[in-house]
């Protein structure tokens, strides 16, 4: 069983930033994909973003040029670094891995959720 656990949320004024983190453990032989995504109150989970593990990324358009995704594959960790934060940016952000683990399986895992709220 693979563990995400997320760290980095709070309440920020506009303009301000915040960085996530989000380390995985347990049974990993490899993690492929890792990637955030938020969910904003009465709103579907939507993808912030996402990277391989060869470090190409993916943004949704709302966040291109504020946030940046990174990941250090040593330690099975992904950060997000978000800039210019607005109060539409307020959502639970969530942590994603894909990969395999010892046995062999494919794995999907989630994080518990960090909440972001940004206002003055």
């Known amino acids: 069983q693979v563990q995400l656990v997320e760290s980095g949320g709070g309440l920020v004024q506009p303009g301000g930033s915040l960085r996530l983190s989000c380390a995985a453990s347990?049974?990993?032989?490899?993690?492929?994909?890792m990637g955030w995504y938020r969910q904003a109150p009465g709103k579907q989970r939507e993808l912030v973003a996402t990277i391989t593990s060869g470090g190409n990324t993916n943004y949704a358009d709302s966040v291109k040029g504020r946030f940046t995704i990174s990941r250090d594959n040593a330690k099975n960790t992904v950060y997000l670094q978000m800039n210019s934060l607005k109060p539409e940016d307020t959502a639970v952000y969530y942590c994603?891995?894909?990969?395999?683990?010892?046995?062999?399986?494919?794995?999907?895992?989630w994080g518990q959720g960090t909440q972001v709220t940004v206002s003055s």
């Open positions: 994603n891995a894909d990969g395999w683990n010892y046995s062999g399986s494919w794995f999907g895992s």
């Open positions: 347990g049974s990993i032989f490899s993690i492929d994909a």
